[in-house]
Antibody, heavy 119, light 107 residues
């Protein structure tokens, strides 16, 4: 069974870049079969898809965030990463990494990590 | 972008009652691309249903999904205490989106 664990700073200053990493265990990113995804949830709100990456490096980004988002993969470390630039308080959220069956559903999720944007 | 609208926003029911949750899409969604999740406070969402009607591994058979086109339904036949939570639908059309959620609370 695939397990996912998010890591990264819990506090980021406005205008800086939010950087998170998702470490995958119980499966190999390079084996294919999944899109490796990032989703966020603002406090007390619903879920928002940020984007996903395939092991080959092809990506999809939410159009509303596309200009600020970069998702990358490091197959040697079995990790994938999220960078969100020029953050504001509106980017304060719990960030989840998850596996997505291509063009379908999300089956495995990390526990989530709260990132607060504040000076 | 396909917008998913869930109703009602909150459903107040008692254990043992039947829960019917609706998810309506702004455009037709292939049934293969409609999923439902359950989320409890402080936890990540958990996959319940995919392909509109297929239960995920380990999901009790009191949970069922149905629908096609623009109208989809999640039914919980008899609510157990652990079923009180927030439920989200999700689609993968041209780009993936979630509904805003339905909270099932204890009456």
């Amino acid at each position: 069974q695939v397990q996912l664990q998010e890591s990264g700073p819990g506090l980021v200053k406005p205008s800086q870049t939010l950087s998170l990493t998702c470490t995958v265990s119980g499966g190999s990113i390079s084996s294919g079969g999944y899109y490796w995804s990032w989703i966020r949830q603002h406090p007390g709100k619903g879920l928002e898809w940020i984007g996903y990456i395939y092991y080959s490096g092809s990506t999809y980004y939410n159009p509303s965030l596309k200009s600020r988002v970069t998702i990358s993969v490091d197959t040697s470390k079995n990790q994938f990463s999220l960078k969100l630039s020029s953050v504001t308080a509106a980017d304060t959220a719990v960030y989840y990494c998850a596996t997505m069956i291509p063009r379908s559903h999300l089956d495995y999720w990390g526990q989530g990590t709260l990132v607060t944007v504040s000076s | 972008e396909i917008v998913l609208t869930q109703s009602p926003g909150t459903l107040s029911l008692s254990p043992g009652e039947r829960a019917t949750l609706s998810c309506r899409a702004s455009q037709s969604v292939s049934s293969s691309y409609l999923a439902w999740y359950q989320q409890k406070p402080g936890q990540a969402p958990r996959l319940l249903i995919y392909g509109a009607s297929s239960r995920a591994t380990g999901i009790p058979d009191r949970f069922s999904g149905s629908g096609s086109g623009t109208d989809f339904t999640l039914t919980i036949s008899r609510l157990e205490p652990e079923d009180f939570a927030v439920y989200y639908c999700q689609q993968y059309g041209s780009s993936p989106t979630f509904g805003q959620g339905t909270k099932v609370e204890i009456k």
